[in-house]
C-alpha cells in the first residue's frame, strides 16, 4: 500500500502530456459537463476536501485509506497516510513521516499535480472521451464519463463521476493494462474558506532531523 501511496502523491495518479499520433474524439455532451465543472473550480479562491484512496487489482478496491487536500489557485496541500506533499507554486515537498524523509523537486512540462480536475483539463489533449450516461454514487445521480488514451500510457481507462447539479466530481476509477485499479472517492467538500497563510509553506525547521533529497 505505501508504494501505491507513493505513486500517487508523486502524480502517478494523472499522466502527463503527450503527442497525440491519432484523431482524438471528444464528444459533445461529456465536454460541455467537463467545462462546467473546470470553470466552476477554477472559480473557487479555495477548495478542501476529504477523500478515500482506494487501490486493488482486477477492477476490485482491496484497500482503501482516507485523506485530506486543501488547493488555493496552483497551489495544494495533500495528507494520506504517513505522506504529506505540499506545492507551494514552485516547489514539490514529499514529506514522508513513517522514514523521515524529506523528497524536492520542480514540476516539469510532462508532470501533473495531484488535483480534481486534473482529468478536466488533461482530456483536451490526451484522451477520447465519450458520456456513459447515469450512475448512483452514494445516492447521488452521476454522470458517467469515460476516457480513454489516445496513446498508450500504461491506462486501459479512466471514469469520472460528475455531479452535473453542482459541477462536482464525486470519483475517478483509474484502470491500469497490469489490471490495477485506483480510486478516489470525494467524501466532503468546502470551498472559499479562510485559510492558515502558511497552508501552502513549506517549513524546513519542522523537519530538521529529516533525510532531505532535493532533485
Known sequence: MKKLVSKIV???????SMSLVQAQKIDAKAKKILDDITANYNSKKNSYFKFAF?????????????????SAGDKYKLKIMETEQIFDGNKIYNINTEDMEVTV?????????????????????DYNVSYSGKKTVDGVSADLIKLTPVKANGLKYIYLYVDSAKKQMLKLEQFGNNKDISVISIKEYKENQQLDPNMFVYDKNKYKNYLVTEL
Do not use: C, D, H, Q
Not at 10 to 16: C, K
Open 10 to 16: 508523486l502524480g502517478a495518479f494523472v499522466v502527463g
Open 54 to 70: 482506494g487501490s486493488g487489482m482486477n477492477g476490485k478496491v482491496s484497500k482503501n485509506e482516507p485523506g485530506i487536500y486543501y
Open 105 to 125: 523537486a520542480k514540476p516539469n512540462a510532462n508532470s501533473a499535480m495531484f488535483s480534481p480536475i486534473n482529468y478536466l483539463t488533461s482530456y483536451r489533449n
